[in-house]
T-cell receptor, first 114, second 110 residues
Framework: GAGVSQSPRYKVAKRGQDVALRCDPISGHVSLFWYQQALGQGPEFLTY????????KSGLPSDRFFAERPEGSVSTLKIQRTQQEDSAVYLCASSLLTSSYEQYFGPGTRLTVT | RKEVEQDPGPFNVPEGATVAFNCTYS??????FFWYRQDCRKEPKLLMS???SGNEDGRFTAQLNRASQYISLLIRDSKLSDSATYLC???????????FGRGTSLIVHP
């Protein structure tokens, strides 16, 4: 079966542009996580959805970051007015139930803000 | 103190060696523990869950020490293909928020 997919795989944005990153989780997976990973670091939690409910967004670095999962499947992470410090790999992961279960990661979107 | 700490390495070992990594965590209420493997420029993939009684999967052994708040990963008979970054993951801040360590880099050389 299909794994987690993310698009685009690479995105170059000029500072100040808005970007939207898409995540297609594994069908039937209840939980969806977004992470930000800087070079040489582990993934940093951004936000968590259980079905369509955003249960935790404490990791979002600023109000320029917004995530949604309106129908409990596909999720979009939007970054408004991108800044250079937003450059990172954005990883999406889904889990059958909660994070006490294995997370399956997508390949990530590498965002470069110039 | 960070919630989850790992020695970034790199650990540079010859093929066939045994190598062990530790990962310490600060939240004593943590319930779930995992080791993930991440190859260069790839996504993390689950290596193994860590159970209270310890568990083994082939050449890999994971252990949990709740008293000292650390988990460990032991790799026996290292292969070249084991070269990767090993991330420990702890459910710390809440019952569902996973916290990743920064990863430990392992390089296995011929």
């Amino acid at each position: 079966g299909a794994g987690v997919s993310q698009s685009p795989r690479y995105k170059v944005a000029k500072r100040g542009q808005d970007v939207a990153l898409r995540c297609d989780p594994i069908s039937g997976h209840v939980s969806l996580f977004w992470y930000q990973q800087a070079l040489g670091q582990g993934p940093e939690f951004l936000t968590y959805f259980q079905n369509e409910a955003q249960l935790d967004k404490s990791g979002l670095p600023s109000d320029r970051f917004f995530a949604e999962r309106p129908e409990g499947s596909v999720s979009t992470l939007k970054i408004q007015r991108t800044q250079q410090e937003d450059s990172a790999v954005y990883l999406c992961a889904s889990s059958l139930l909660t994070s006490s279960y294995e997370q399956y990661f997508g390949p990530g979107t590498r965002l470069t803000v110039t | 103190r960070k919630e989850v700490e790992q020695d970034p390495g790199p650990f540079n070992v010859p093929e066939g060696a045994t190598v062990a990594f530790n990962c310490t965590y600060s939240n004593s209420a943590s319930q779930s523990f995992f080791w993930y493997r991440q190859d260069c420029r790839k996504e993390p993939k689950l290596l193994m869950s860590v159970y209270s009684s310890g568990n083994e999967d082939g050449r890999f052994t994971a252990q949990l020490n709740r008293a000292s708040q650390y988990i460990s990963l032991l790799i026996r008979d290292s292969k070249l293909s084991d070269s990767a970054t090993y991330l420990c993951v702890v459910n710390g801040r809440g019952s569902y928020i996973p916290t990743f360590g920064r990863g430990t880099s392992l390089i296995v050389h011929p």
